[in-house]
T-cell receptor, first 111, second 113 residues
């Protein structure tokens, strides 16, 4: 089955700096890659996603890049703000049915 | 914004007891899911449900587990004879056919003592 690895497990950045979280996947059939943000006491919330026919997608301060050949994808957050502090999960799916999640990255934005 | 609602938010149960975790998916969604997250570990897929039947399930989802959509709004996860290692956050999610992205509920923290 699919195996998704995520790095780093923790990340601290100064407010205003950029944050990058990286994931790799093993199943070349995976074609959908969402990113979720989980705040304390809440369920994961979809923040951005990308499909395998696209190499990059951007939504305001958040962008995701996908390298299908290398089987890795990354989340980029620019101009970080304290409210970006949360746990971020990447995931991969080839059916849109079952998602395989990474282990999560705890992001802390220091004011 | 539509939400997936889960109840209870926290459930404590004795080992060997049965628990039912409840979820109300978003009303126009057709796909329903249960995931669990053991403290400090990955979010793990348990089961997906579509058209009143299980469409996929993981190795974790053994005979101890069952799901049901008893009416038009609720989606439940039943765990029979709970074990200590069943202690985790259980997340319900739903999605619509046109959009792969899930909407997750806030989760139920199950503690088996």
């Amino acid at each position: 089955g699919e195996n998704v690895e995520q790095h780093p497990s923790t990340l601290s950045v100064q407010e205003g700096d950029s944050a990058v979280i990286k994931c790799t996947y093993s199943d070349s059939a995976s074609n959908y890659f969402p990113w979720y943000k989980q705040e304390l006491g809440k369920g994961p919330q979809l923040i951005i996603d990308i499909r395998s026919n696209v190499g990059e997608k951007k939504d305001q301060r958040i962008a995701v890049t996908l390298n299908k050949t290398a089987k890795h994808f990354s989340l980029h957050i620019t101009e970080t703000q304290p409210e970006d502090s949360a746990v971020y999960f990447c995931a991969a799916s080839n059916t849109g049915n079952q998602f395989y999640f990474g282990t999560g990255t705890s992001l802390t934005v220091i004011p | 914004e539509p939400e997936v609602t889960q109840t209870p938010s926290h459930q404590v149960t004795q080992m060997g007891q049965e628990v039912i975790l409840r979820c109300v998916p978003i009303s126009n969604h057709l796909y329903f899911y249960w995931y669990r997250q053991i403290l400090g570990q990955k979010v793990e897929f348990l089961v997906s449900f579509y058209n009143n039947e299980i469409s996929e399930k993981s190795e974790i989802f053994d005979d101890q587990f069952s799901v049901e959509r008893p009416d038009g709004s609720n989606f439940t996860l039943k765990i029979r004879s709970t074990k200590l290692e069943d202690s985790a956050m259980y997340f319900c999610a739903s999605s619509d056919p046109a959009n792969y992205g899930y909407t997750f509920g806030s989760g139920t923290r199950l503690t088996v003592v």
